[in-house]
């Protein structure tokens, strides 16, 4: 039994000589390695490249978000007067010539 076992690994053993004594196996593992490794776009600058578009995303889909935000603002604020002065006091603190204007401020809290 031993021996059969010495004999079965020496077999793979030579096997696994023969194989990296192949030419044909030895360049394609050298081009596999170049391109993993060494190649402009190797492994390393694909991860990169991936996170990089995820973020640029994330970030269209936050812009498109806010231009729609924006765009039904500003429909808002065209379509409706009472809208428009509410806007101009709030932003601008524009007020008519009998009022007075009083800005009220929220400290917020160390938790919020």
């Known amino acids: 039994m031993n021996s059969f076992i010495s004999n079965f690994s020496g077999m793979g053993f030579v096997r696994l000589i023969n194989l990296f004594r192949n030419k044909y196996f030895l360049v394609s593992a050298a081009f596999v390695v170049w391109m993993i490794f ?3 776009n190797d492994l390393f600058s694909q991860y990169q490249y991936h996170q990089e578009v995820n ?3 994330q970030e269209r889909d936050f812009y ?3 231009t729609a935000k924006v765009a039904k603002d500003l429909d808002e604020l065209t379509s ?4 428009l002065e509410k806007f ?3 932003k601008y603190l524009m007020k008519k010539d009998n ?4 800005v009220i401020v929220k400290d917020k809290k160390e938790g919020e």
């Not at 409706?80 to 809208?83: G, V």
């Not at 009022?99 to 009083?102: I, P």
């Open 38 to 40: 060494f190649d402009k």
């Open 64 to 66: 498109l978000k806010e």
């Open 99 to 102: 009022e007075d204007v009083f």
């Open 80 to 83: 409706n007067p009472q809208q």
């Open 88 to 90: 101009a006091r709030e």
């Open 55 to 57: 973020k640029l995303k």
